[in-house]
Structure formats: structure tokens, C-alpha cells
């Protein structure tokens, strides 16, 4: 959305007379800044990066050389990886460890329970790191974003702040997500536009799952100084 408002508002007024900022930071573990896992494909390559998760059937990797990338999951042979993994399999168990080298489309599962398992690559359903051990800033990881827009021949000015942060746990995850819009105008009726949620999950035995969930609107176009909405649920 905020793209596609650039885009008609830089048809909309002369070339020049739009300037528009806009700069992302990203938080993440620095613990594990280093791309040294290892994805091998069935076809014989290998790919040396960062694993970050496994989820609908692909596998997300970041690379230095060719940025984030996602790989079929059917396409994986074998996994490597030093970093502690939390792996949901398909009938409904939870394993958690770092991946060794194995044989064949097989993945080598050192758990922290100082045993070895070795898992079918097909019985992996989904993939996340947990950072056990370490300290607060190493189990979060996010984005926020910094923007401004201002159309000089309307005199629209518009300050954008955004983003979400999400904490991992070996059997939960908690998210946060916020926007919020600042529009002044000629005319001096500057208007407000936000929105703040979180949500958790909370994992259980045989797939199962519960969920909680707030969210804080306000919109001074519509009229709504702030409105509060609260849910939960389970599947």
C-alpha cells in the first residue's frame, strides 16, 4: 500500500516536487549473525547459509551472495546446521536440537537431551531456530521502519513508522506488530492514523495449538480516538 501511494501521488504532481525518505533497521540475534548452515538439494548443490525457517512446505535461507531465498522443501536432502532447531514433525512431535550430516534424504538430530535422532526428511513439517542459553535480545527478531513523504504542490505532508518484533521460545511465540501514519496539511488539520497488536501461540502435544490476541485502533479520519479488541482461540 505505502508503495502503490507513492507511485499515483508521483503521477499526480510535477517530477521533483515529491520527496520521500524512507530507511529500515532490523533487529535480530547477533549470536547467530554467522551464514554457516548447509542445505544439500537432491540435485547435488549446496547452498551455504543462514536456515531461518521451514513453514507451508518452504525453506526460507539467507545468503550473503544471493540475499533471502526459498527453497521447495521436497528439493532438500539433508540440513546442517550447529544452531539449536526447534522441528515439528508430522505426527505431532516436537524435537529439539542442532542437524547433523547424515545419509541419504535424512536429517541427523542432536537434541539437548544428548541423544540422536535421525528423521526422514518428508516427516519435517515445519522448522524454527530457538535460542536457548542466551539473553533476551538473542531470541527477538523484527524490523522497524522509518518513512517521510511530502508533496509540495498540495502541501501534504505524511511521517510513517512501522514494524514488528517477535519473541521464540521453545513451545510458544509472541509477536508484536505497530503502524502509525501522521498527515499534516495546508489547512492545518493534522490527522492520525495507528494501529498496535500483539498475539501468542502456544504450542501443545499432537498439533494442537492456542492463541490470544489484542489490538488498539485509532483513526481520526473515521472518528475513533481509540478502540480496543481482544480474542483468543485454539486449533
Not at 56 to 62: D, E, M, Q, W
Not at 105 to 125: H, N
Not at 144 to 167: H, M, P, W
Not at 193 to 198: A, F, S
Request: proline share 2%; aromatic share 10%; with cysteine.
Amino acid at each position: 500500500m505505502f508503495h502503490k501511494a507513492l507511485i499515483q501521488d508521483r503521477r499526480a504532481v510535477h517530477p521533483g516536487r515529491l520527496i520521500c525518505i524512507l530507511v529500515l533497521a532490523f533487529a535480530a540475534g547477533p549470536g547467530y549473525a554467522q551464514k554457516t548452515d548447509v542445505v544439500y538439494l537432491t540435485n547435488g548443490d549446496r547452498i551455504t547459509g543462514d536456515v531461518k525457517r521451514l513453514e507451508r512446505g518452504r525453506l526460507l535461507v539467507k545468503t550473503r551472495s544471493l540475499g533471502s531465498i526459498y527453497l521447495e522443501w521436497a528439493a532438500v536432502a539433508q540440513v546442517v546446521s550447529d544452531k539449536p532447531l526447534r522441528l515439528e514433525l508430522a505426527d505431532g512431535r516436537r524435537v529439539l536440537g542442532s542437524l547433523h550430516r547424515a545419509f541419504g534424504s535424512q536429517i541427523s538430530v542432536a537434541t539437548v537431551f544428548g541423544e540422536t535422532e535421525e528423521l526422514l526428511v518428508e516427516s519435517v513439517v515445519r522448522m524454527d531456530p530457538v535460542y536457548m542459553d542466551r539473553g533476551f535480545w538473542h531470541w527477538l527478531d523484527g524490523k522497524i521502519g522509518l518513512g517521510f513523504c511530502y508533496a509540495k504542490g498540495s502541501e501534504v505532508g505524511q511521517l510513517y513508522f512501522l514494524g514488528n518484533a517477535k519473541y521464540r521460545e521453545v513451545d510458544s511465540e509472541y509477536e508484536l506488530t505497530w503502524n502509525s501514519i501522521l498527515t499534516s496539511n495546508q489547512s492545518g488539520a493534522d490527522t492520525k492514523r495507528g494501529n498496535i497488536g500483539g498475539s501468542d501461540r502456544n504450542y501443545l502435544e499432537n498439533h494442537w495449538f492456542w492463541t490470544g490476541l489484542a489490538n488498539i485502533d485509532r483513526n481520526d479520519e473515521l472518528g475513533i480516538d481509540s478502540r480496543f479488541s481482544a480474542g483468543g482461540g485454539g486449533g
